[in-house]
């Protein structure tokens, strides 16, 4: 069946950096976009990233633009979030995920990624202090 498993999460202080990983299984991740999005309590689903299959293209939230990085190894079926100079702010559970679409990723208006998926890992916490 279809698995996402995510890691690296953690407590990084302010600035600081973490990478998330993103383990696939169930499926062949050389076909499909990835997404990340992040939960923070009390707050709504933001789409942080997310990267198609056919030509790596990436997509972010103007709120981490500059300091995310998406990347893929499909050898490894992993899908990867380098993020650089953490804030407060970007403390949340990290999700990946994926529709098994076909279409890559979906954006919504301002070409951010879209925070809805038919398929969830179980997230990695990220906590920043300030």
């Known amino acids: 069946q279809v698995q996402l498993v995510e890691s690296g999460g953690g407590l990084v202080q302010t600035g600081g950096s973490l990478r998330l990983s993103c383990t696939v299984s169930?499926?062949?991740?050389?076909?499909?976009?990835i997404g990340w999005v992040r939960q923070a309590p009390g707050k709504e689903r933001e789409g942080v990233s997310c990267?198609?299959?056919?030509?790596?293209?990436?997509y972010y939230a103007d709120s981490v633009k500059g300091r995310f990085t998406g990347s893929r190894d499909n050898v490894k079926k992993t899908v990867y979030l380098e993020m650089n100079n953490l804030q407060p702010e970007d403390t949340a559970i990290y999700y990946c995920?994926?529709?098994?679409?076909?279409?890559?990723?979906?954006?919504?208006?301002?070409?951010?990624?879209?925070?809805?998926?038919?398929?969830w890992g179980q997230g990695t916490q990220v906590t920043v202090s300030s």
């Open positions: 990267i198609n299959a056919k030509d790596g293209s990436r």
């Open positions: 169930g499926f062949i991740l050389d076909y499909y976009a």
């Open positions: 995920a994926t529709d098994l679409s076909p279409l890559g990723c979906f954006l919504v208006g301002d070409g951010s990624p879209v925070a809805e998926y038919d398929y």
